[in-house]
T-cell receptor
Framework: DQQVKQNSPSLSVQEGRISILNCDYT??????FLWYKKYPAEGPTFLIS?????DKNEDGRFTVFLNKSAKHLSLHIVPSQPGDSAVYFC?????????????FGQGTILTVHP | KAGVTQTPRYLIKTRGQQVTLSCSPI?????VSWYQQTPGQGLQFLFEYFSETQRNKGNFPGRFSGRQFSNSRSEMNVSTLELGDSALYLC?????????????FGPGTRLTVT
């Protein structure tokens, strides 16, 4: 039972354009969502997060949008840069006693072409 | 602050053996979570320790165990290794209380079982 799904295994965009990565979830108990970036042979790097009480959070070039009714979140990267090429994972947490447990999607490989 | 460190970085073991992996969290962080990453299953939660107590546990067999010490350092142990245990094992630390659920990952230990 995959509770967090990233349906696009890969995404290719041109440098300077917008990258939009999508994520869907099924568990209504999730109340905190995170995006991580991962390079090969390294651990995931935290990018940005959003609480379920918000619908948008921005940090520089990164914006995360949350649509609770659709159980959908997305990460927008504007403008995209070649250094953004990596695997992107969305993750969710149910809070409370599940504070330390993240449920991850399968990841989306982003390639930004110069 | 120094990041999360994991030792060893690479390990080769034989089926049936046991292995112990170590994780040192970011200074001040009291929660340590462990994850297994494989090509087929993605990133899966193993367990989380907070203040020397296991607070959350994933769906892994009892061969996978862990502990946390008073300085928040954590170890995980896998007994009777199977070929399917070959994976990247990641540990992540977080403050453990308050705020969001952001976790900060180490570089991982690549375990190969032959």
């Amino acid at each position: 039972d995959q509770q967090v799904k990233q349906n696009s295994p890969s995404l290719s965009v041109q440098e300077g354009r917008i990258s939009i990565l999508n994520c869907d979830y099924t568990n209504s108990m999730f109340d905190y969502f995170l995006w991580y970036k991962k390079y090969p042979a390294e651990g995931p790097t935290f990018l940005i997060s959003i609480s379920s009480i918000k619908d948008k959070n921005e940090d520089g070039r990164f914006t995360v949008f949350l649509n609770k009714s659709a159980k959908h979140l997305s990460l927008h990267i504007v403008p995209s840069q070649p250094g953004d090429s990596a695997v992107y994972f969305c993750a969710a947490n149910a809070g409370g006693t599940s504070y330390g447990k993240l449920t991850f999607g399968q990841g989306t490989i982003l390639t930004v072409h110069p | 602050k120094a990041g999360v460190t994991q030792t060893p970085r690479y390990l080769i073991k034989t089926r049936g053996q046991q292995v112990t992996l170590s994780c040192s969290p970011i200074s001040g962080h009291r929660s340590v979570s462990w994850y297994q990453q494989t090509p087929g299953q993605g990133l899966q939660f193993l367990f989380e320790y907070f203040s020397e107590t296991q607070r959350n546990k994933g769906n892994f067999p009892g061969r996978f165990s862990g502990r946390q010490f008073s300085n928040s350092r954590s170890e995980m142990n896998v007994s009777t290794l199977e070929l399917g245990d070959s994976a990247l094992y990641l540990c992540a630390s977080s403050p453990g209380v308050g705020g969001g659920s952001e976790q900060y990952f180490g570089p991982g230990t690549r375990l190969t079982v032959t």
